[in-house]
């Protein structure tokens, strides 16, 4: 599951046609795909990120958050 580095799910909507900033957390290859379906997470206890942890479904299409569940 990815860290998605937003304070909130609203402002990870905010951020739709634009890349995403997420850090990887896989030791076992990139979770992140340019066009697909991924999972992720705000986790303010390991990014320092204030917010509330939140977790979102996220479609990327060429590169950029096409959508947000």
Not at 1 to 8: A, G
Not at 31 to 45: A, H, I, K, L
Not at 46 to 53: A, H, P, Q, S, V
Request: hydrophobic fraction near 35%.
């Amino acid at each position: 599951m990815l860290i998605l580095n937003y304070q909130s799910k609203k402002q990870l909507k905010e951020n739709i046609g634009k890349p995403l900033d997420y850090t990887e957390t896989s030791m076992f290859g990139e979770e992140f795909v340019r066009d697909g379906t991924m999972c992720g997470s705000n986790r303010p206890s390991l990014t320092k990120i204030k917010g509330r942890e939140f977790f979102a479904e996220v479609t990327m299409s060429n590169g950029l958050i096409a959508r947000v569940d």
